[in-house]
């Protein structure tokens, strides 16, 4: 069960975050954005939690990660089409100088130049946008190949994913992923999957259940779909 409640505060300061999450001492996990004054607070409840023998984990909400990273990717895919426009409209002035007769050799010039630095937007656009989907993938529950996400393979993909996503403009993405909160969602699913089920095998043939009913994934051979099948010849039936 979840109670929501909303009010307006002065400040969102540590200490007034603190005033608002103390009442709650039954916690377990807390996901927020990474503003600085909710971080605070979560390590002071988290301190006293400690002292009384109980963990309070802290985990980034990755909406906003992807959100930031999403806004900073439209604009640099509207500065490559930008781009493209340009050499469009370099090429309509290089056609218009033949039909009227004049000579054409600098505008041309003029356009060669200009879709070179077109090619390169696009270049980079793409590049960023593999940066991209790769973070996103990494930030997933599910790997792209139906195995359960983990933060070895998540963190190895983020360390892919920033190295392409690179500049002064990416620099709060890059910090949001890197940041070891980023990836408390994974760490926390399996922990629980553990609690729930603490046989390795059977845990994982029953998340290959559960993903086959709610989206009806096919697994390569192999994969989770086998062990599945194996688990279930391999048990007896009641």
Known sequence: ?????CRRESDRSATT???RLAPFRRLEFI?????????????????????????LVHGLDVF????????????????????????????????QAKRQGLDARKAAGEARGVWTQAEQKLAEAEGLQHGYERAKAALGIFRPDGQLNDRVWAE???????????GPDWK?????????????????MHERLEEAEP????????????????????????????????????????
Do not use: Q
């Open 1 to 5: 069960m979840t109670a929501v409640f």
């Open 156 to 166: 190895a993909e983020i360390a892919a994913a920033t190295a392409k996503l690179a």
């Open 172 to 188: 709060k993405v890059r910090n949001l992923l890197r940041d070891e909160r980023a990836l408390a969602f994974l760490d926390r």
């Open 17 to 19: 975050w603190k005033g």
């Open 64 to 95: 906003h990660t992807l959100r930031d990273a999403g806004r900073i990717l439209a604009a640099v895919w509207r500065r490559a089409e930008d781009a493209f426009a340009s050499g469009e409209k370099a090429d309509a002035a290089v056609a």
């Open 199 to 238: 046989d390795p095998t059977m845990r994982e043939a029953m998340v290959w259940r559960w993903l086959r009913h709610r989206r009806r994934y096919d697994a390569p051979p192999g994969s989770l779909v086998a062990l599945a099948e194996t688990v279930g010849r391999s048990r007896p039936m009641n």
């Open 31 to 55: 996901v927020s954005d990474g503003a600085k004054g909710i971080a605070a607070a979560v390590r002071e409840l988290a301190a006293s939690f400690a002292c009384e023998g109980r963990r």
